[in-house]
């Protein structure tokens, strides 16, 4: 067992950089998870754990999750109270963390999606609350992935993570740089587009026909798809309310969306 | 116009009480909005206005929000930027707000709930971030009131004001003190009351039959509905799901109840 009492330590300094930059993040190859709860699910998704750190109260008081996360971890360290605040964004941190291997753009390539799904793509979606909790629904719903198309805020960062209660390590996650790059994919494995825009003329989702070989597009909060996005999609498809449209915000029209295309699929 | 400039001003200070305290807000029948657009929804609502106070940059800055907001006020007053953060619950105020009436307890009763429509209710509901959440889709998928039942958060606060981006004022809202109270309005009227829970016995909500005469209630976040609502309750109902179930929160949660009560209603 290591352990770390400066706050100044070059470790913590490091690590401390990744929980603030998504930049440091993406370039050092590593994320830190925070909380016992999510350290635990990120223990049992399979990524690849450098360690585990703990406060001397917080190894006591979550035991069971911390002997688990340690299990799967190279490292253990212990690290005093006052550094717990620097690897945190929380007011008040819980004293458990763990160190996560990011998983590589080729594992997370668009080229690795299977064939056979139904699948949510979020273009430029930039709150990582809506991004966390997108993810947690499509994962209640049983939609088989998320894409990440554009510059969307950073899916391994704390608030994602955080809103996403760990959907972010059991759910399978694809990124491309743009629609563009992710077309010929979606082509080759003969999936179905869907736009998802807000018009009247696009067809009504009650109205759409969802196979096994599908993707649902959601755009930017504010601004919606863009527009050679929706140019390059087989279908749109829009969700009719009767009520004040702009108050539906993204993660309820994902939530409609996503329940629409599983809708039925259940039994 | 009435200028403040000392941070010490009575009035300042118990607007600030007012927005820290949903206790003062009630003894005293008032509630302080913030930012220019919500204050805008505010004063359009019908709500009686007291006052609207502003900074003179934001003043300048909104002018045509605050000449809106201080026709419908009683009052106009002119507040020193050094005043804003008393006011607010955010980090950068705005620097616009308005100090609105509440609605009384018998405008607000559930003996005025109206014969006909689709509402939803919701019961002990505690994260204001949620609550103004499921106002923003019930507004926008046109559903016809909500019903707050039991101990929820204050529906006039400022987190959930905020979250809500204005449903709070345009959407009917009805209390009761709980279930038991209103289920003589619900019967007189013959509305059928629908039970979200998380059970597979229950009704799937794709088969429940949706008229203009019924109710949906979602319960607390962690811990759903009170056993004895359930009972009282005409049916179960539930969201059948392929994923993981313990994954969908209380906002999506209803989203997907009520897209369901109004599904092909708008076509």
Redesign the interface.
């Known amino acids: 067992m290591i352990r770390i009492q400066s706050r100044k330590n070059e470790y913590i300094k490091e690590l401390s950089g990744l929980v603030r930059s998504s930049e440091k993040r993406h370039a050092q190859g590593l994320f830190v998870v925070e909380g016992a709860r999510l350290c635990r699910d990120a223990a049992r998704s399979g990524l690849k754990l450098e360690a585990v750190l703990a406060t001397p109260q917080a190894a006591e008081k979550y035991s069971a999750y911390v002997g688990e996360i340690a299990a799967k971890a190279k490292e253990s360290i212990e690290i005093a109270d006052s550094i717990a605040p620097l690897l945190s964004d929380t007011r008040s941190p819980q004293g458990v963390f763990c160190v996560v291997h990011l998983p590589s753009l080729e594992e997370r390539g668009i080229d690795r999606l299977p064939g056979v799904g139904r699948y949510l793509a979020v273009e430029n979606m930039q709150d990582p609350a809506n991004l966390g909790?997108v993810c947690?629904?499509?994962?209640?719903?049983?939609?088989s992935g998320v894409i990440l198309l554009g510059t969307c805020c950073d899916f391994y960062g704390p608030k994602a993570l955080r809103a996403g209660?760990g959907?972010a390590f059991?759910l399978p996650v694809y990124m491309a740089s743009s629609f563009q790059q992710a077309v010929p994919v979606f082509r080759d494995k003969q999936m179905r587009t869907f736009a998802a825009v807000p018009d009247e003329n696009a067809v009504?989702v009650?109205q759409c026909v969802f196979t096994d070989r599908c993707v649902m597009l959601v755009g930017n909060e504010g601004n919606g798809l863009l527009p050679e996005t929706i140019e390059m999609c087989d279908q749109t498809v829009t969700i009719?309310?009767?009520?004040?449209?702009?108050?539906?915000?993204a993660?309820?029209s994902a939530?409609?969306l996503m329940?629409e295309m599983?809708?039925?699929?259940?039994?």
């Open positions: 909790a947690r629904t499509a994962e209640a719903l049983g939609i209660m959907a059991r009504p009650t009719p309310m009767l009520g004040r449209a702009e108050s539906l915000n993660a309820a939530s409609i329940w599983m809708r039925g699929k259940e039994g």
